[in-house]
């Protein structure tokens, strides 16, 4: 088919021009059933022809052995199934307790100065003398990060802001404002071990006991 005029089609196509002429009607019959059936028998037969079977005696490729991956990280690790479970079940009643005093420690107005770090600004010498430096946002922060293995690792931490206070502040009996600090810091340490007693006088004392024997078989 063409979209141009048959005037058009002869003056660009001289061969058709020869074959055909205006005004001329060509008519095309339709093939007959025996001539279709002599156009298609080719397409047919191919059609149908199967493909051709492989060798029977051909041999099969060997295929080469993969080695082993290494074991990972979940894998490797001694714990398994309900045992890891039951770990991740104490640490966590042990977090809950832990975040527990610590509340109450900094609910109290008394400790409110050991809730934060001593800023650098307000005392320069302070970072000089004390080592390790240690407050309750710290341990809080550190209960977050699933540091503490066993209460007694978080005491000690109550401790060191207890012991601190005490390096820094041991002008005597003279210093009253430095004594008032050591006795907060004394305060602090009972009231952490009261609480920390009153999980263990109760239902907390088995998850408290659990852990410190899980820490120790671990080292």
Not at 73 to 82: A, D, F, N
Not at 104 to 109: A, F, I, V
Not at 139 to 162: C, G, P, R, S, W
Not at 172 to 183: F, S
Request: charged share 35%; net charge negative; proline share 5%.
């Amino acid at each position: 088919t063409t979209s141009c005029t048959a005037h058009e089609l002869m003056e660009h196509n001289e061969d058709l021009g020869e074959l055909f002429s205006i005004g001329v009607i060509h008519e095309l019959k339709p093939p007959d059933e025996t001539t279709r059936r002599d156009f298609f028998r080719p397409v047919v037969n191919d059609a149908a022809t199967p493909p051709p079977r492989c060798s029977v005696g051909r041999k099969k490729r060997s295929q080469e052995a993969l080695p082993l991956a290494p074991p990972s990280e979940e894998c490797s690790s001694p714990l398994r199934g309900g045992e890891q479970e039951e770990e991740e079940r104490l640490l966590r009643d042990l977090r809950i307790m832990m975040r527990d005093v610590v509340r109450q420690l900094e609910n109290k107005r008394q400790f409110r100065s050991f809730i934060d770090l001593v800023d650098r600004e307000d005392v320069s010498d302070y970072y000089d003398v004390i080592e390790h430096p240690m407050a309750l946002a710290i341990v809080h922060a550190k209960i977050n990060d699933h540091q503490y293995k066993t209460m007694q690792e978080f005491l000690d931490d109550i401790n060191t802001i207890k012991k601190n206070a005490m390096q820094y502040n041991r002008g005597g009996a003279e210093d009253r404002e430095g004594q008032k600090v050591i006795n907060r810091a004394h305060d602090l340490w009972d009231h952490a071990k009261k609480y920390v007693g009153e999980y263990m006088a109760g239902t907390g004392l088995a998850v408290i006991q659990k852990c410190e024997e899980r820490s120790r078989k671990r080292q």
